[in-house]
């Protein structure tokens, strides 16, 4: 608000992985969006613009919230996407994958200039269940169709990181925790470090922390992984509130 | 009875060294009764840590019981209520009242959609959830205690506050109020009429509720419209008013770092002292257990 959002003349755009509610919980807080003048655009998963405007209207019906949408008073726009659909916003460059998620969540790749980064969250990795409008376990008589779907998704996945300069990735769990709730759509550094060194991606930032994941096991767990990398030029980060990154 | 705050943070959680001391999670404050009867007051983020701390008792077997309160259904309020572990253990028994709304069951039900999160439905809490109303209930018994509530309006919607006796002990929970310019809500002081302690929202400083511009908020101009809330002063104000022991502020606003809320304390200290009162003031802090 101190800069051109303070005058009424700033542009912005959000992508939001998904409308789980940890993701959307700020969205009537952002001051920018009570000073008239100022242009923000809204990207989500969604099957038209409008259902998108729905969504986040939901999340401020009376019962939750003390006023509506109308109470903001930018210039609002809302845009619909679905897995695989590339678009640009201003001078970046956006393209879209689906995640393995409840409800299904989309990663996100910003291509500017040269350059190129990675927002992945909320995801289990694509290899003993498949989320999203269903819920489905690998087992021995799961349907082939689940499983080439399974298979299907994460080679996407795999192309879709290839070649980025800086993957932010999900790490909500430990491989233990993983393996006790594969269920609940979050993966971990070991999922994600492989698709980075998969996919030549030479940075890597652990994101979306467990709320029980105190800073020092974060830390301690973060120099792990980069030891066991050994002679590894991967970067291995933990994405910390405040910080900024040049890529 | 006993109590622990596990959130005092209104609005929004706050993160940060600048707010430790007080806490940043949004509201939850666990009371006990001399059995250890459980009664939650609102289930902000708060409740999450309270029911990670439940796990180690008979909530984590199955066997516990708690009675949840709400204020009202606004986010911050309801937001710990699917993070509620104990809500999803087979054997545990949560009953839920208030909120201000005769609706509460599809308003939850509405938090748990699938836009909004992987729960999908109430029905896929493991513990048996029952939904009650207040207004069949006008006093609640939970163990050996005695819950009244007053319900009262806050802007277009409800929301009820709760005064809970133990015996000749009582504490009263306001959160959230606004009360009208030229005075305290009647209800309001009604309710905590005489209690040992009394827990009461203070969003604003006195000097924000004077100046906000008609519908527009803390942040001037530049903020969203008022949310209908009160301040430190009108706090105290119901404290002296009711004739309360103790008064205890709560649900700071998430810009509010630990030393401006010492410093709102001080100048309530003051104000009470100069008054001659012998009100005991201080902030809700997280993590802190009170016996009344």
Not at chain 1, 34 to 39: E, I, V
Not at chain 2, 86 to 103: E, L, M, W
Not at chain 2, 138 to 144: R, T, W, Y
Not at chain 2, 218 to 245: D, F, I, N, R, W
């Amino acid at each position: 608000m101190k800069e051109e959002f303070g005058d009424g003349t700033g542009e912005a755009c959000f992508l939001f992985s998904h409308t789980h509610w940890d993701h959307i919980q700020g969205f009537m807080y952002f001051e920018p969006f009570y000073r008239a003048g100022n242009k923000v655009q809204v990207v989500a998963r969604g099957s038209h613009d409008k259902r998108l405007q729905q969504v986040f209207a939901g999340q401020v019906e009376s019962d939750y919230f003390s006023y509506g949408l109308g109470g903001l008073k930018a210039d609002l726009s809302w845009r619909g996407v679905q897995e695989g659909d590339c678009f640009e916003v201003g001078p970046y460059k956006i393209s879209t994958v689906r995640l393995n998620h409840p409800g299904i969540a989309l990663a996100y790749r910003v291509d500017y200039g040269e350059k190129s980064f990675i927002y992945m969250t909320d995801t289990a990795p694509y290899d003993d269940q498949l989320l999203g409008e269903g819920f489905h376990i690998r087992k021995p008589d799961t349907d082939p169709k689940i499983l080439a779907q399974i298979e299907t998704y994460g080679a996407q996945v795999e192309e879709f990181v290839k070649g980025a300069d800086f993957l932010l990735y999900d790490t909500f769990f430990t491989l233990d925790q993983y393996k006790a709730n594969p269920h609940w759509g979050h993966s971990t550094p070991d999922e994600g470090i492989r698709l980075a060194r998969q996919g030549g991606v030479p940075r890597f930032y652990n994101y979306h922390h467990h709320p029980e994941a105190w800073d020092d096991d974060l830390e301690g767990r973060t120099r792990d992984y980069q030891c066991r990398l050994g002679g590894s030029d991967l970067e291995i980060g933990l994405a910390r509130e405040g910080q900024s990154v040049d890529i | 009875m006993r109590l622990r705050f596990w959130g005092v943070r209104g609005a929004l959680a706050a993160t940060g060294a600048e707010f430790q001391r007080v806490g940043g999670n949004t509201p939850c404050v666990e009371v006990r009764d001399r059995d250890d009867e459980l009664l939650i007051l609102d289930a902000g983020i708060g409740a999450y840590w309270l029911g990670r701390q439940l796990l180690s008792g008979p909530h984590g077997r199955g066997q516990g019981k708690a009675t949840l309160l709400f204020s009202h259904t606004h986010w911050d309020h309801i937001q710990g209520f699917p993070f509620f572990v104990p809500a999803f253990i087979p054997g545990n028994d949560v009953r839920v009242f208030g909120g201000g709304v005769d609706h509460l069951e599809d308003t939850l039900e509405g938090q748990m959609d699938p836009t909004y999160s992987p729960l999908v439905s109430l029905s896929n809490l493991g513990a048996q959830v029952e939904i009650g109303g207040l207004e069949e209930n006008p006093v609640l018994e939970v163990g050996a205690m005695r819950v009244t509530h007053a319900t009262f309006p806050n802007g277009p919607h409800q929301v009820v506050g709760y005064r809970v006796e133990e015996g000749d002990r009582s504490l009263c929970y306001i959160c959230e109020v606004d009360h009208p310019p030229d005075g305290l809500r009647a209800e309001v002081v009604e309710l905590a009429r005489g209690c040992d302690l009394l827990i009461h929202e203070s969003y604003y400083t006195d000097e924000e509720l004077d100046s906000l511009p008609p519908n527009l908020s803390l942040a001037g101009e530049l903020g969203p419209p008022p949310a209908g809330h009160s301040s430190y002063g009108q706090a105290t104000s119901v404290a002296l008013e009711a004739g309360v022991k103790r008064l205890l502020y709560f649900y700071h606003h998430p810009d509010r770092e630990d030393d401006a809320v010492d410093a709102q304390i001080a100048a309530q200290r003051a104000r009470v002292a100069a008054a001659g009162a012998t009100l005991e003031i201080e902030s809700a802090r997280e993590g802190t257990e009170i016996e009344i």
